[in-house]
């Protein structure tokens, strides 16, 4: 396939993608629940002694949060951290969050506890996921934090702003971190601009619905982190969501790398303490099931490459869904024949304009695709 199937193959791509944003609406609402739940934390109030400091994180940090398939939820990760010593407790910490979301009047209801967070359910909506943390001593960055893993009752090492800061760089965006002050809550990161999003961000949207197409709420399905650290990893710069894609796919594997405990690694580019596919050596249907959407995956895109225009629509399915395949389909149709209504000859299976004469005659209108 040539350059400009490659380029009618990134429109398409974008276009099925930009279906996957949250709404403007669904963006602003839990935009404002964020502030009004970090409010809450970082006021005056039994935390205040640890100077909390509220940070958006995860994907609506990075600009990749995308819509859920088959529920009517999407999550949205939020971070308290406060200045409390790394000797303390871990599940002491946990519940100082816990019982200060207990007594709201509105969130205690909505409360679930988790493994390492304190969930705030808002049905028909989204969930709030907030993580307490505290800094890491064995870090000198300034970023690094620890945060409570019930499960094994310790302290586990993470870096949500750092990891941020490093996937916009990896998508070539600048950013500026905000030094941590007392009591406060950090504005949510803005809604991406459909019209200005980068390939990085439009690739891990992808690989994350293909995902959710494919495992259909599947415990065992590849996790979101994974994906998104091994294809910011592999990514090769290309401003192309279709080149970024296929080489995303090819170049994943070779940064899986073993602990040495001799378990799969997919470290933390931003502190090496993290394995984020530590979960693979107890659950090995994990790494049998990444491997399998793997491979999958690149024979999705196989087809989509090699797809004719008529069967466009249900390889562009298996990455966006067939909603957003259909619009992104009829969007470009109806793109071709504004163009052709002024005159140009334009190719439906490429959308390049061809070269005419003056005398050239005008193209016949007709239906996309043969519609």
Known sequence: MDDTDHNLLSRLIEAGADALDLTPT?????????EAVGEYLA?????????PVVFAQGSIAI?????PVGRDEFDLDSMCQMRIRSDADPSVVKRIIGDRLKDHQTYCGMLR???RCWRLVYAGEFHM?????????QRTNGTALLVPDRDLQCWKETDPKGYT?????????TTVLKEAMRAEVEPAPPSPDKRRKFALQVVVQLLKRHRDLMFAGNPDAPISIILTT?????????????SALSSVLERMPSYIGQSSTGDALVENPV???ENFADKWGTHPSRERCFYEWLARARQDLERLRTARLPDMEKALGVWVGERAATGAIKDYGEAIQRLRSTGLNVSAATGAVASTSPRAARSPNHTFFGR
Do not use: C, M
């Open 26 to 34: 669904q963006y602003e609402r839990a935009v404002g629940h964020y």
């Open 43 to 51: 006021e005056s109030g039994p935390l205040e002694r640890f100077s």
């Open 63 to 67: 600009g990749t949060a995308t819509k």
């Open 113 to 115: 506890e988790k493994n």
């Open 129 to 137: 996921d907030i993580i307490p943390g505290i800094p890491d001593p």
């Open 165 to 173: 800061e490093w996937f916009l760089n990896r998508a070539q965006i």
């Open 230 to 242: 091994l294809a910011a990893r592999a990514y090769d710069g290309s401003r192309s969501p279709f």
């Open 271 to 273: 502190n090496p303490d």
